[in-house]
T-cell receptor
Framework: DGGITQSPKYLFRKEGQNVTLSCEQN?????MYWYRQDPGQGLRLIYY???????QKGDIAEGYSVSREKKESFPLTVTSAQKNPTAFYLC????????????FGSGTRLTVV | GENVEQHPSTLSVQEGDSAVIKCTYS??????FPWYKQELGKRPQLIID?????GEKKDQRIAVTLNKTAKHFSLHITETQPEDSAVYFC????????FGAGTTVTVRA
């Protein structure tokens, strides 16, 4: 499925709960990214990682956390501090931090119930 | 950081007509400008891209133009077909991709 897999496809969260979205790639890419997509706002960068054991905040990092313990995996945790978490979340990767081509996963739609 | 603006937000065209989407960017250091097509509930797919040392690039019915001086770039789709209906995003990259807000294109049969 394009070498980058996100799971689950749909996720429901109760208010006050933390949830973790999975992103796995088998492309041997160094860099990975998490974007949030809301209607009419395009894609906004949450966190990115240029190499294992390193990650940086993007434009809207508040209420989110990530880890990069393995090259293949870049999970995103949506914490209870994120006040409006309902959105479509997209993970992407690129061969290196400076590489142009991003490969996107198929996304996870998170809904707070 | 980079700020990308995209216009229009919605575009309706008759099948066979052309569609044009325009984007501006703020960071003169940006050197890569891709365009993505996203169908409902699916991942964005790269359809064409251009680098800052090129002014125009074509791929069949799709073309992109870049004006570095004015910091704007445009997507042109000719002979539109119903399957061109989707949301299109422009993006600009300095050290990371920044996206425009998207244009919903509807091709009327």
């Amino acid at each position: 499925d394009g070498g980058i897999t996100q799971s689950p496809k749909y996720l429901f969260r109760k208010e006050g709960q933390n949830v973790t979205l999975s992103c796995e790639q088998n492309l041997n890419h160094d860099a990975m990214y998490w974007y949030r997509q809301d209607p009419g706002q395009g894609l906004r960068l949450i966190y990115y990682s240029q190499i294992v054991n390193d990650f940086q905040k993007g434009d809207i990092a508040e209420g989110y956390s990530v880890s990069r313990e393995k090259k293949e995996s870049f999970p995103l945790t949506v914490t209870s501090a994120q006040k409006n978490p309902t959105a479509f979340y997209l993970c992407a990767s690129s061969p290196s931090p400076g590489a142009d081509g991003y490969t996107f996963g198929s996304g996870t739609r998170l809904t707070v119930v | 950081g980079e700020n990308v603006e995209q216009h229009p937000s919605t575009l309706s065209v008759q099948e066979g007509d052309s569609a044009v989407i325009k984007c501006t960017y703020s960071d003169s250091a940006s050197n890569y400008f891709p365009w993505y097509k996203q169908e409902l509930g699916k991942r964005p797919q790269l359809i064409i891209d251009i680098r800052s040392n090129v002014g125009e690039k074509k791929d069949q019915r799709i073309a992109v133009t870049l004006n570095k001086t004015a910091k704007h770039f445009s997507l042109h789709i000719t002979e539109t077909q119903p399957e061109d209906s989707a949301v299109y995003f422009c993006a600009a990259k300095d050290y990371k991709l920044s996206f425009g807000a998207g244009t919903t294109v509807t091709v009327r049969a």
